[in-house]
């Protein structure tokens, strides 16, 4: 099957284009963005892949559905397109930037500028319709986003892996701790982070002192 996704993941994935249940879902996907309202936009649906491209990966960070309110969703985890309102965890993530990293807060929430530096925003699920949280998990874009983990975990080296809250524990759970570096804490989102389970978790300087101790160019958060 051709799926339009940048080449570089395209040689990593070629595999699971061919398999069946990619299909099913190529086909699910397809009628819910004709029948119905869906987010990202189409043409943003592997966006996380075209900013970072598999060479460049350095950090993975781990959501679960995009955004489903009105022009949010950009592809990206977490992020939302510019002028758009931060939702709650994105905001807190960036309190945590600030009290660690000394970073003022960024005037728009588009996380495009760490992708193109080399972190992967990876949803594990990669579309939903609009205003229905949920609505397109179990229909195989977690198999797809499993392999996309794998090969990470398994054809690169010290990469730093952010996984915030329990879906993302569980997300990563077969990460090759061997070679890799991985991260955990709460969610950032005001439930969990009111709690006491995000902030203070320094994940953004201690994935740049990770990355600075394997030369690798640290993320300009």
Same mark, same amino acid.
């Given at each position: ?7 570089? &993941?395209?040689?990593?994935? =070629? ?8 299909? #099913? ?5 397809? *009628? ?20 970072? *491209?598999? =060479? ?5 960070? /781990?959501?679960? #559905? ?24 994105? /905001? ?6 600030? #009290? @660690?990293?000394?970073? =003022? ?40 986003? #499993? ?6 975990? @398994? ?16 997300? *990563? ?15 950032? %989102? ?7 389970? &995000? ?5 953004? %300087? ?5 990355? %600075?101790?394997?030369?690798?160019? /640290?993320?300009?958060?």
């Amino acid at each position: 099957m051709n799926v339009n996704i940048e080449p570089s &993941w395209k040689e990593q994935l =070629n595999d699971e284009f061919s398999k069946p249940y990619f299909s #099913d879902l190529v086909d699910f996907v397809k *009628g819910e963005y004709t029948n119905t309202t869906c987010y990202p936009k189409g043409a943003e649906i592997f966006s996380a892949f075209d900013f970072c *491209g598999f =060479n460049d990966v350095k950090v993975v960070i /781990i959501g679960q #559905d995009p955004y489903h309110g009105v022009g949010q969703a950009n592809g990206l985890c977490f992020s939302v397109n510019d002028g758009v309102p931060m939702p709650p965890s994105l /905001i807190n993530i960036f309190k945590e930037i600030e #009290d @660690d990293l000394a970073i =003022n807060f960024p005037s728009n929430g588009n996380l495009k500028r760490w992708a193109k530096q080399g972190v992967l925003l990876l949803n594990a699920t990669l579309t939903v319709r609009a205003h229905q949280a949920g609505s397109h998990q179990n229909k195989g874009w977690e198999k797809f986003t #499993d392999a996309v983990i794998k090969a990470v975990s @398994d054809k690169k080296e010290n990469v730093v892996f952010l996984l915030w809250g329990g879906f993302a524990k569980k997300k *990563g759970a077969k990460i090759d701790r061997t070679k890799h570096c991985v991260l955990t804490s709460g969610h950032p %989102s005001p439930l969990s982070a009111n709690r006491g389970y &995000w902030f203070g978790n320094k994940h953004f %300087s201690k994935a740049n002192a990770y990355l %600075s101790k394997n030369e690798e160019s /640290i993320i300009s958060w």
